[in-house]
């Protein structure tokens, strides 16, 4: 435990910055979790919670709590996501698959 005024104070500040700190964070990564959940469902007010997302990511940055690149990394790749469309993919039959065997395997 501190001893000085001083550093009484230190900790202090350090404890509300790290809540501070703590509730950006959490309500960042709450916005993009339901942003992304969005996304994966097909939501129709997926521009609303990208949006909500957008908005506390902005927010953590300018409370320093997220770098500045780091949040337009989590946007864009949440935007390319969205703007991929949903491609199926082919089911393969069992069997069809033949593997080729080698010219000295096949002549014994």
Known sequence: MPILQNAKKALR??????????????????????????????EKDLTEKIRLAQKTLDKAVKKGVLKANTASRYLSRLSTKVATPKVAKKAVKKGTIKKKLSKKVAKK
């Not at 509300?16 to 469902?41: C, D, G, I, P, S």
């Open 13 to 42: 500040q350090a404890n509300r910055r790290a809540t501070e700190n703590m509730v950006f964070k959490k309500a960042y990564k709450e916005a993009l979790k339901k942003a992304r959940k969005a996304v994966a469902a097909g």
